[in-house]
């Protein structure tokens, strides 16, 4: 759906428009929420978040939006924005109350890592190369399994397969996954 | 390598990570996308509606590029404005009438008034005062009457309610005119009445004048002001004599003693009527004077402790009460009785002659219709009873009965009238002409440091 589309359908409908833009990139915008939130947030919050992520989209697009060029980028942007601020206000919350003595002062002197950091996007984006190397569907299978935390008759059906086969594929694909990984070094 | 645990890296992933993920996401079923649909559509109203709300101010202006424009306008309920302006009405009428009062009353003052004040003489012929009423941080309120003794010169600007307010100033020493003999003690007591030295004669005049006159004869004059200090709750008028007279300036005056203006603490020195000084003797040598120092000494004794009392109960009806003093509250404290004869208190002894210490846990019984004295006490398994008369301030005993039934049983029982092994239907007998007798217990109302009945 482009901008142009979208604006023709707003004019017509807005709820139309609504329902077509949650139609089309509410996956989308899942996956984006459910990247950052999916360690401190339950799925009602994830759906709470994607939510307010559309509400926000519907006030865009009550206005002209037929200058945006690209749609999909406008989303992942609210998503992400939107996915941070759930982040900060659930982590908030959990850590509303905390006991802080002076063993624990050295937490706080940062809780960023640029080494880290590089380490991980490096070790994710490895990760995800050995997964794809896995062909489908054993990368879609452990990517829903592991990560979108689906159990084997939900990915079954997304597969079109039987749950048995799902966990077999399953296993064998965690195990080749872990010789890929053995190979290129990551051992933890 | 935990398989869970590697997957958790993927969380944050920068965009091409991103991608791939959203590739592998699976599907979101029909009624997932209806209930996001469903909350998106009311959050998106809800907004829309502060939205609309904001616009119709009529100052902002939403714009495609969502710039805000103007300012916002807060909203006051209608009623806001009458009652603020209302209340500030009040406020300045308030502080308008209290402005006018305090300058209306700063016209009488001496210190704010422009009327000029008449020079100080002790020897007056005319009188002016003015009287001061301030109050301190603690809230304590003092009023002061100033009287000024003035000559015709300096008075002469007086006007009529100068003369009045004159009139009035003067009017509390009316109660304190006449003649006073000035004593002090020797001792800093003036209880103690062998100690009480005369010094002079004190002459108080109805314009709050007085002229005090020694024992070798020499005079001198002063003025007189009154002060009421409130303290506590409690007025007390206070009289500041000018001039080095007496041992302090300012003599108290207390209801309770209309005959008497002490200095200082009372102790020392004061000026006492001369139609009671006659009386001084008579009267520091009461009942309550005596009963006074037993207490004091009492209280001095190693008898003393902090259980101990003392009350007064006229025993004998001879219309001087007898004192009591209570040694404790526990089980052995004895009632010390004191009576006063000839001027002097004297301890209520036992036949024996001996100081009788009588009751038990601080109180005795008595029975008025045949001044008894009585005693119960239960210990240890023995209850004993004793009956007395208490005569010509002695203390008679009648009977006195036993059993030690709570320590031996009641088989083993030993009954006793007046320390003597009785049958039980004689023990009976008496204990029931004892317990016919209408008893009231007394003893330790007053505890030591409230003097207030001997005052």
Request: proline fraction near 2%.
């Amino acid at each position: 759906m482009t901008s142009k589309e979208l604006t023709e359908l707003m004019q017509e409908s807005p709820v139309a428009c609504h329902k077509a833009l949650v139609k089309e990139y509410g996956r989308y915008v899942y996956a984006i929420v459910y990247n950052k939130l999916r360690s401190c947030g339950t799925n009602e919050d994830i759906e709470e978040c994607v939510s307010d992520v559309f509400a926000a989209l519907f006030m865009k697009c009550k206005f002209d939006i037929s200058s945006e060029n690209d749609l999909k980028y406008l989303i992942s942007t609210i998503a992400k924005r939107k996915a941070i601020d759930s982040f900060r206000s659930l982590c908030a919350q959990a850590n509303h109350i905390t006991d802080t003595d002076d063993d624990d002062m050295h937490e706080l002197v940062s809780d960023f890592s640029v080494d880290e950091h590089v380490d991980r996007s490096e070790l994710r984006r490895v990760l995800l190369n050995k997964i794809e190397e896995l062909g489908e569907p054993d990368s879609t299978i452990l990517i829903q399994k592991f990560y979108y935390n689906r159990n084997s008759k939900e990915i079954a059906e997304s597969v079109s397969m039987t749950a048995m086969a799902v966990r077999a594929r399953c296993s064998r694909a965690m195990n080749k996954l872990r010789a890929k990984l053995v190979e290129v070094g990551i051992t933890r | 390598m935990k398989d869970k645990k590697i997957f958790d890296i993927l969380e944050n992933a920068e965009y091409d990570s991103m991608k791939k993920l959203i590739d592998k996401c699976p599907e979101i079923s029909d009624a997932q996308l209806d209930r996001i649909f469903s909350m998106s559509e009311r959050k998106f109203r809800k907004m829309e509606n502060g939205t609309e709300r904001t616009e119709k101010d009529g100052n902002i202006t939403m714009t495609e590029n969502d710039t805000v424009q103007g300012v916002e306008r807060s909203r006051r309920p209608v009623w806001l404005t009458p009652l603020s302006t209302a209340a500030s009405m009040i406020l300045i009428a308030g502080l308008v009438i209290s402005s006018a009062v305090m300058i209306s009353r700063n016209k009488h003052s001496v210190g704010g008034g422009s009327a000029p004040i008449p020079a100080v003489t002790a020897t007056s012929s005319k009188v002016t005062g003015t009287t001061y009423v301030s109050t301190d941080k603690n809230g304590s309120r003092l009023t002061t009457t100033v009287t000024t003794a003035s000559s015709e010169v300096t008075t002469a600007k007086s006007d009529t309610e100068n003369e009045q307010s004159s009139s009035d100033s003067t009017e509390f020493i009316k109660p304190f005119t006449g003649n006073w003999t000035y004593q002090e003690s020797s001792v800093n007591n003036l209880d103690a009445a062998d100690s009480v030295i005369n010094k002079g004669h004190v002459e108080i005049f109805g314009d709050a004048t007085y002229k005090y006159t020694d024992n070798n004869g020499n005079t001198s004059t002063g003025t007189i002001t009154k002060t009421t200090e409130d303290i506590g709750g409690t007025e007390i008028i206070k009289l500041d004599f000018s001039g080095d007279t007496f041992m302090a300036n300012s003599a108290y005056y207390t209801e309770s003693r209309p005959y008497e203006l002490h200095f200082g603490n009372g102790y020392a020195a004061r000026l006492l009527r001369d139609e009671h000084v006659n009386n001084t003797k008579t009267a520091a040598a009461s009942y309550k004077t005596e009963y006074r120092k037993i207490l004091e000494d009492f209280a001095n004794s190693d008898a003393y402790n902090g259980l101990s009392a003392w009350d007064l109960y006229d025993l004998d009806n001879d219309g001087t009460p007898e004192l009591l003093i209570s040694v404790g509250d526990y089980h052995a404290a004895s009632v010390r009785i004191y009576y006063y004869e000839n001027g002097t208190a004297h301890p209520v002894c036992d036949t024996s002659g001996q100081m009788a210490h009588y009751g038990a846990y601080g109180y005795i019984m008595y029975c008025a219709a045949e001044q008894l004295l009585g005693t119960t006490d239960l210990h240890l398994g023995y209850y004993y009873t004793s009956m007395d008369r208490y005569s010509n301030h002695q203390i008679l005993r009648i009977h006195s009965t036993g059993n030690d039934t709570g320590a031996v049983g009641k088989e083993n029982t030993t009954y006793t009238v007046d320390n003597e092994t009785v049958d039980e239907d004689t023990y009976n007998k008496m204990l029931d002409e004892f317990n016919s007798k209408n008893w009231v217990q007394i003893g330790g109302s007053y505890s030591f440091g409230d003097y207030s009945p001997l005052s």
